[in-house]
């Protein structure tokens, strides 16, 4: 069964509730509606804007899809600060990052925290876009496909194949993430066809087929093109680039396979 692409653009922490409209507004505007039939477009926005662009995206039946950056382990109460998994599912959110380096790195997320989130994220019917991805030293001691599909395993731990199934994975090495660097196709699809080899290993070929494994760092409309053409590689998620627009509609095009008009 072919997978079908998702371009998911994570804005980190960029845009408040009234740029996010704008920039929503205009994506749709300049992505003609037939490409939302090749690839499957998303917008992961701060937790702040995200009832605006569920408002928004409701309101004109728009076909692109939203999420979150983070999530809570925990279902609720006395944790000042979190957002549980219910409330981002009621704001309509189909995905949720989950494992992004930058909380690995800046709030110390382990992987045993990762697999809580995630598991948070399936309970309530959203997709976790679990992400793994190795720093610059454990790539040049040739420790990169080890370290990230630990991180695999580890980040799905107690799931079953039926679960594994409805995720995703996004391959985001720390050095390529806002450097400019992107790791070229080959480096990307050597680290996807592991993750995937892993899956199959773990939950059977036929579950492994069906995962949506991501490359992210660095990701333009002019490199998406090669990095989508490879084997292991359905589609990308985005930083920088998904901040303008215009970039982002013609990234998403270009993933669905050809330029806009
Ligand atoms: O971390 C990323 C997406 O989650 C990648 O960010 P850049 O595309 O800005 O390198």
Not at 18 to 33: G, M, T
Not at 200 to 205: C, E, L, M
Request: glycine share 10%; with cysteine; net charge negative.
């Amino acid at each position: 069964m072919a997978r079908q692409p998702l371009i998911a653009g994570n804005w980190k922490m960029n845009l408040n509730h009234l740029e996010a409209i704008a920039l929503v507004q205009k994506l749709a505007f300049a992505l003609p509606e037939k490409y939302f039939s090749k690839v499957e477009v998303a917008v992961i926005p701060p937790f702040t804007d995200i009832r605006s662009v569920q408002t928004l995206i409701d309101g004109d039946k728009l076909l692109v899809k939203h999420g979150a950056q983070d999530v809570s382990e925990h279902d609720s109460g006395a944790y000042t600060g979190d957002v549980a998994a219910s409330m981002l599912a009621k704001l309509g959110c189909s995905y949720v990052v989950v494992g992004h380096s930058e909380r690995r790195e800046y709030h110390g997320e382990t992987d045993e925290l990762v697999n809580k989130k995630v598991r948070q994220v399936l309970k309530n019917e959203m997709t976790p876009i679990l992400c793994v991805g190795e720093a610059l030293d454990v790539r040049e001691a040739g420790g990169h496909v080890e370290h990230c599909t630990t991180q695999l395993i580890d980040g799905l731990k107690g799931l079953k194949a039926e679960q594994v199934r409805g995720t995703v994975i996004a391959y985001e090495p720390v050095w390529a993430i806002g450097t400019g660097k992107v790791a070229t196709a080959a480096d990307a699809q050597e680290v996807c066809g592991a993750l995937r080899q892993a899956l199959s290993d773990k939950y059977g070929k036929e579950v492994a087929d069906e995962v949506r494994v991501l490359y992210g760092g660095s990701v333009k409309s002019s490199n998406i093109g090669e990095l989508i053409g490879q084997t292991d590689v359905d589609g990308a998620l985005v930083g920088g680039a998904s901040l303008n627009a215009d970039e982002f509609a013609k990234l998403s095009a270009m993933a669905a396979g050809g330029p806009l008009p």
